[in-house]
């Protein structure tokens, strides 16, 4: 048996009888009146549509904060404004964005900022060590090697190595108990 299991007639786009040619929802898809991806950027003064709007086609403006659609779209690239609103740009604000050189509106030169402007004040190493104790006295100059100066220590078993405290300790523990 064979028998078209939709008895329904088909809508071909293509020409024939009874078939309506595709016509946009909205007149701004037909005219191509909705801003494109070039001119959507953040920062920029827009009118969107909300979603709880669309039936309506109430307009609210804002400044663009992100944009969340990539490319054109036909019915308006959709955003997010500065406010937290979402929704799809239906016209651009009555100031128009600045023009850019590539670069989106967050981004900014620091070498031409004023404040940063003046020469850097002179420093030295002593800048960033810690500041002497009280009890602690920086070495002077004159007497070279009086930081490396400390008590000479003598073996207690043979009298006859001396050093600091740690090597004869050392010299004990090899040369008279090992």
Not at 34 to 57: C, R, Y
């Amino acid at each position: 048996m064979n028998r078209p299991r939709n008895r329904q007639p088909r809508n071909n786009r293509r020409g024939n009888p009874g078939s309506s040619p595709a016509s946009p929802e909205r007149p701004q898809q037909a005219t191509g009146s909705v801003p494109t991806a070039q001119q959507v950027v953040p920062g920029a003064s827009v009118f969107i549509v909300l979603k709880e709007d669309q039936p309506t086609g109430q307009e609210t403006p804002g400044v663009v904060g992100d944009v969340l659609t990539r490319g054109n779209h036909p019915r308006g690239i959709k955003v997010r404004l500065r406010d937290g609103q979402v929704g799809r740009v239906r016209r651009m604000g009555a100031e128009p964005a600045k023009p850019s050189s590539g670069f989106s509106m967050r981004y900014s030169d620091v070498r031409n900022e004023t404040e940063f402007a003046e020469e850097l004040p002179a420093r030295s190493l002593a800048d960033f060590m810690p500041a002497l104790g009280d009890d602690v006295q920086p070495v002077p100059d004159e007497v070279p090697g009086l930081a490396l100066q400390q008590e000479v220590a003598t073996c207690p078993v043979c009298e006859a190595f001396e050093g600091d405290e740690a090597a004869v300790t050392h010299h004990v523990e090899r040369e008279h108990f090992s």
